[in-house]
């Protein structure tokens, strides 16, 4: 649906985007990640159209976007951080608006807009001016706007930015809804919303794209291993004795236990070895009580900073 081929963006001597690729599917909800100034934004205006590359080429739904500008941005709906509403017009009047600068033909307004009002639940405040609507209606505003047209992708960035914990979770369940039949790139700094929502991120910094792949991938991909904490009711000693003879695992790492009467180790293995059968055999043949065992994983926060640090560090 998307597809973004060596893209360059240049200021002067100052190259803002360099030559980042990736592709995006249609029913994709893809996480658009990177630190202040990494390109991020000037990705998007390209990608929906406001600004020109200096190189590289954007393709949506198989067009290249310089061939046919205004049709691509019809089937490309976008809602920035702070959405460019009209404070002294009602709902209503904006969308109507929207739908004639997004060329829908007059007879077909009145049902589109019901539609995408209904969607988006902001029917009851139709007749209200914007400028007294909460931030929550305003942002649901900002979404309506950009769907007015059905696109086939949107492009959202920081959907969720200033809302209460009750509003955040209502754009979440509608954003997954919506992407069930479009394309969405999903850019925020609120990183576990990304994860509740994305199951793959694209990571820029310094112009560059340096990672694109799932949060979990990732996470094994920066930790270069498999790795399993537990929880044991043993002494250091005896699960020393119990996990040193299975031969997968690399390494042990014991911490402080937040339980009394046991201990915490870290037990790891080479990439993509799953060793969790060996360790409940050997600790039930030492009779250890197994009180705790999961799977050691970065949050999208830690794979976040790993990254854009290493980045930055090889300046």
């Known amino acids: 649906m998307?597809?973004?081929?060596?893209?360059?963006?240049?200021?002067?001597?100052?190259?803002?985007?360099?030559?980042?690729?990736?592709?995006?599917?249609?029913?994709?909800?893809?996480?658009?990640?990177?630190?202040?100034?990494?390109?991020?934004?000037?990705?998007?205006?390209?990608?929906?159209?406001?600004?020109?590359?200096?190189?590289?080429?954007?393709?949506?739904?198989?067009?290249?976007?310089?061939?046919?500008?205004?049709?691509?941005?019809?089937?490309?709906?976008?809602?920035?951080?702070?959405?460019?509403?009209?404070?002294?017009?009602?709902?209503?009047?904006?969308?109507?608006?929207?739908?004639?600068?997004?060329?829908?033909?007059?007879?077909?307004?009145?049902?589109?807009?019901?539609?995408?009002?209904?969607?988006?639940?902001?029917?009851?405040?139709?007749?209200?001016?914007?400028?007294?609507?909460?931030?929550?209606?305003?942002?649901?505003?900002?979404?309506?706007?950009?769907?007015?047209?059905?696109?086939?992708?949107?492009?959202?960035?920081?959907?969720?930015?200033?809302?209460?914990?009750?509003?955040?979770?209502?754009?979440?369940?509608?954003?997954?809804?919506?992407?069930k039949d479009r394309t969405i790139i999903l850019s925020s700094h609120i990183l576990p919303e990304v994860s509740a929502v994305c199951k793959r991120v694209l990571i820029i910094n310094e112009g560059k794209i340096v990672a694109d792949d799932s949060p979990e991938n990732l996470g094994k991909r920066i930790l270069g291993g498999t790795h399993i904490h537990l929880r044991l009711g043993a002494t250091n000693a005896a699960v020393t004795g119990a996990l040193g003879k299975i031969p997968t695992i690399k390494k042990l790492e014991f911490q402080e236990s937040q339980e009394s009467g046991s201990v915490e180790v870290i037990a790891e293995a080479a990439k993509d070895t799953d060793i969790r059968n060996d360790l409940f055999r050997a600790l039930a043949s030492a009779n250890i009580p197994i009180l705790m065992m999961r799977s050691l994983d970065l949050s999208l926060e830690d794979i976040f900073l790993n990254l854009t640090t290493t980045e930055e560090g090889g300046k």
């Open 2 to 179: 998307i597809e973004v081929n060596n893209l360059v963006r240049r200021y002067g001597k100052h190259i803002a985007v360099d030559h980042a690729s990736f592709k995006i599917e249609k029913g994709e909800i893809v996480g658009f990640l990177g630190p202040n100034g990494a390109g991020k934004s000037t990705t998007m205006n390209i990608l929906t159209g406001y600004l020109s590359a200096t190189e590289g080429t954007v393709r949506i739904d198989g067009q290249d976007i310089l061939e046919n500008p205004t049709g691509i941005k019809r089937k490309i709906g976008y809602m920035p951080e702070n959405p460019p509403l009209y404070q002294d017009m009602t709902v209503t009047e904006f969308l109507s608006f929207a739908a004639e600068i997004k060329g829908i033909p007059a007879a077909d307004r009145k049902a589109k807009m019901n539609s995408i009002m209904e969607t988006v639940g902001v029917g009851e405040v139709q007749k209200r001016l914007i400028k007294n609507l909460s931030k929550g209606y305003k942002q649901r505003v900002g979404l309506a706007q950009a769907m007015i047209a059905d696109p086939q992708a949107l492009i959202l960035d920081e959907p969720t930015a200033g809302l209460d914990p009750k509003q955040i979770l209502e754009i979440r369940d509608l954003i997954i809804e919506l992407g």
